[in-house]
């Protein structure tokens, strides 16, 4: 700031300040904040509709994975497999191999014929097949030796079931009598594979295990 002499009229001199023009020079500081918050408010805005946006699609993909999750576990071939949730058919189908193993397993020396008729009801497909190449053997044995082979299904479980199939796993006690001699027992275990087939659960596979 300068100062200037200033005469008065009775010669008395004083000093005052030039006259100062108002600084321009920017502070800094912005007074037009209407802009800027305008500026400001539209991403402000924005952020909760793209964040709706986002959980929206994050729940639909969660939701479709849990329903191919879903479906997977339906499918699985734990919840497929109808021996463990179907008692009756499971019941029904263990009665039925059971009684068919034991008449085509059990024989005598006059009444073979009796149990080829039974494995012709009873079996089919492979098992028949099987049956019937050996069943000569049978006959001949069972007449030679007075044999009479008396076999009792100890246990029947079945490990897998369809609407149509069946898969078991049978425990078997076979009694051996030929004339004059003592009998013996011998044990078995097979695995069979029947089908449903007018009602009844036919065999038509047998693996000696």
Same mark, same amino acid.
């Given at each position: 700031?300068?100062?200037?002499?200033?005469?008065?009229?009775?010669?008395?001199?004083?000093?005052?300040?030039?006259?100062?023009?108002?600084?321009?020079?920017?502070?800094?500081?912005?007074?037009?904040?209407?802009?800027?918050?305008?500026?400001? =408010?539209?991403?402000?805005?924005?952020?909760? *509709?793209? &964040? /709706? @946006?986002?959980?929206?699609?994050?729940?639909? %993909?969660?939701? !479709?994975?849990?329903?191919?999750?879903?479906?997977?576990?339906?499918?699985?071939?734990?919840?497929?497999?109808?021996?463990?949730?179907?008692?009756?058919?499971?019941?029904?189908?263990?009665?039925?191999?059971?009684?068919?193993?034991?008449?085509?397993?059990?024989?005598?020396?006059g009444d073979? =014929?009796?149990?080829?008729?039974?494995?012709? *009801?009873? &079996? /089919? @497909?492979?098992?028949?097949?099987?049956?019937? %190449?050996?069943? !000569?053997?049978?006959?001949?044995?069972?007449?030679?030796?007075?044999?009479?082979?008396?076999?009792?299904?100890?246990?029947a479980g079945?490990?897998?079931?369809?609407d149509d199939?069946?898969?078991?796993?049978?425990?078997?006690?076979?009694?051996?009598?030929?004339?004059?001699?003592?009998?013996?027992?011998?044990?078995?275990?097979?695995?069979?594979?029947?089908?449903?087939?007018?009602?009844?659960?036919?065999?038509?596979?047998?693996?000696?295990?």
């Amino acid at each position: 700031m300068r100062l200037r002499s200033v005469v008065d009229n009775d010669d008395t001199v004083r000093e005052e300040p030039d006259s100062v023009p108002p600084d321009d020079t920017d502070t800094g500081t912005d007074t037009d904040t209407g802009t800027d918050s305008g500026r400001d =408010a539209g991403p402000a805005r924005r952020w909760p *509709r793209v &964040l /709706a @946006g986002v959980l929206v699609v994050a729940l639909i %993909a969660a939701g !479709g994975a849990f329903f191919v999750a879903g479906r997977q576990l339906r499918d699985t071939p734990a919840t497929s497999n109808r021996a463990l949730t179907d008692s009756a058919v499971t019941t029904q189908v263990a009665g039925d191999v059971t009684n068919a193993l034991g008449k085509v397993f059990s024989y005598g020396p006059g009444d073979t =014929a009796a149990t080829k008729a039974s494995a012709q *009801r009873l &079996l /089919a @497909g492979k098992a028949l097949q099987q049956y019937a %190449a050996l069943f !000569g053997q049978v006959e001949k044995q069972a007449a030679d030796q007075k044999l009479t082979l008396t076999t009792h299904v100890v246990r029947a479980g079945v490990t897998r079931l369809t609407d149509d199939s069946a898969h078991l796993l049978v425990f078997l006690d076979q009694v051996y009598e030929r004339k004059g001699k003592a009998a013996s027992t011998a044990a078995a275990q097979l695995s069979v594979t029947a089908q449903l087939r007018e009602g009844h659960w036919t065999i038509v596979e047998i693996k000696a295990r």
